[in-house]
């Protein structure tokens, strides 16, 4: 679900941290997408125009396949070198979030029978999107798609968005891209949202610079995971009462969730409204963003293949139904991007040390006769400084 309210907090008090850009500004950049995220997020949007699912002959979903593989063409074709990382098991922390997503589901189903006769096409889908979620078949499907497009993927072994950003603080892509704003907790040194979205919406993507959004905060990063604690995770609940603003002042004027709770217990007056869970999970919860589940960045080979042809017409075209024609071009565009590789960025030959606000002269003369301005790179959230 995300951070309720970080985005609006990094945008009122760090401005500078979130940058808006088209996808073509990301050219030559590898980045790790939370494919879980956009399962469910392709199953929702790609729809026909009575608002229903992409089915094949048989009724089966197609719509995921149909995001995963024109979406992903769209960022081959502006020079990005897509991957995708797959949720594994959720942790047990979680547990009471996916109850409340099976009521919500069960709650939907239920106002359909009551609504389904009399209700218009619009009402009723509405209520069906609540109603969705990937099946285990799905997610298979899709690695399968991937792997005859010549993508990588990882399965990670906990949540998707932490190895999104342990790939990205290893060094091994440029950015973690995925909606949830809890990505910024794992500290990835970059965090794109809205990349996977449909052109047709022409929303620009937003780069968030995790450094940037700490250091202009004025926290330390277990600081700032309390404060996202406080504003609602997946994780556990929270106090009762306390908004984004006052989340925010709480934390820089106290600096962690214990001294908070020391402050209302003394204060049990001014803090009446406040009402904080009965066992309060909170410190679970930040060892959660601060030891996540994944895997070593750095042992994991990211390699960009060649797509199959034949393999694909056989199963989007034979098995899902879709023009043969249309997977045919997607191909070539595929294959196109596979030998061209990865263009180099003038920012790629350049290094800078992290705590100097000093260039080199290589730097100066190659920025100048570019006339690129470079901005410096906060490093503290890279890997072996989260």
Known sequence: MGIKGLNRLIADNVPSAIKSAEMKTFFGRKVAIDASMCLYQYLIAVRQSDGSQLTNEEGQTTSHLSGFFYRTIRMVENGLKPMYVFDGKPP?????????????????????????ETASAEELSKFQRRTVRATREQNEEVKELLKLMGIPYVEA??????????????????AAASEDMDTLCYGPPYLLRHL??????????????????VEGLELTRESFIDLCILLGCDYCETIKGIGPVNALKLIKEHGSIEKILQVMEENPTKYAKNVVPEGWLYKEA????????????????????????????????????FSEERIKNGAAKLSKGAKS??????????????????????????????????????????????
């Open 92 to 116: 047990e922390l979680k547990a009471h979030e996916l109850t409340k997503r099976t009521e919500r589901k069960k709650a939907a189903e239920a106002e359909i029978e009551k609504i389904k």
């Open 157 to 174: 072994p906990c949540e998707a968005e932490a190895q999104c950003a342990e790939l990205a603080s290893a060094g091994k892509v440029y």
């Open 196 to 213: 996977t979205y449909a052109e047709s919406r022409k929303i620009p993507i937003d780069e968030v610079a995790a450094g940037t959004v």
């Open 286 to 321: 930040r060892q959660l963003f601060l030891k996540p589940e994944v895997i070593d960045g750095s042992t994991i080979d990211l390699k960009w293949n060649q797509p199959d042809l034949e393999g694909l017409i056989k199963f989007m075209c034979e098995k899902n139904g």
């Open 341 to 386: 590789g990865v263009q180099g960025r003038l920012d790629s030959f350049f290094k800078v040390k992290a705590g100097s606000a000093t260039k080199s002269p290589a730097v100066k003369k190659a920025a100048a006769s570019s006339k690129v301005t470079k901005t410096k790179v906060k490093t503290s959230f890279r890997k072996g400084k989260r």
